[in-house]
């Protein structure tokens, strides 16, 4: 990343240099190859990211290549006058379109599936109806909850990120969701909890910790807290 930021600075003395400025001209004169090394650079980055999203690499990996593509998108506009119809402007927003789904599809729409895939439920009988309520009675499922975790960090994230890839309202809008859910697991469990025979208390206790922590993560210390008091 160093190498990139440092790539980008240079563009503050290819910006010096021309009288006019900005990516629509200087990518006709011969400054343009040092732009398209530092473009080209940038690129680069964004082809790891597509092809770590399409095979499967971690959410941690994959974000910190994305916050190097953000530091280097955001030096590049800083340092030039970036239009969108320009040479420069093309590539570069056609790469953020990029990331952009390469965060979407694997971090921001894959989270709501694995914080429910934590939260368990069972159906019960309300006379001639069923209704879901949380079984606190079974194990923990310590595989699901590293992953819903991971899913919330990642989603704080991607949260962080959104605003400079063009994914701000996505992103909120399934965090909001991951919180909904979340809100409504945890009012049932409060309900349930009160109910569960005394064999089942500690499993109970495990369920009651987990979303606590989710919560902190999702919403905040305070409300995790609250959250706990009440249990």
Known sequence: MRRLLKQAEILKVVNGLSREGGDTLLAVTDLAKVGNVVIGSVEEIVQVIDDMASTGGSEEALLGLIREYVSGFTAITSNLEIKRDGE?????????????????????????????????????????TKRKISDLRADLDQDNYRVARAAAQSMQESLRLADKIGLNAKAHSVANEMVGQLETFSDQLLEDVHTVPDEYKERAKQHVIMVAHLMEFLVDSEQADLFLRRA
């Open 88 to 128: 420069w402007g093309k590539r570069l927003f056609e790469s953020r379109k990029i990331v952009s789904s390469a965060l979407e599809r694997t971090i921001i729409n894959q989270a709501p599936k694995k914080l429910a895939a934590a939260l368990k439920q069972r159906d019960v009988k309300a006379g001639r």
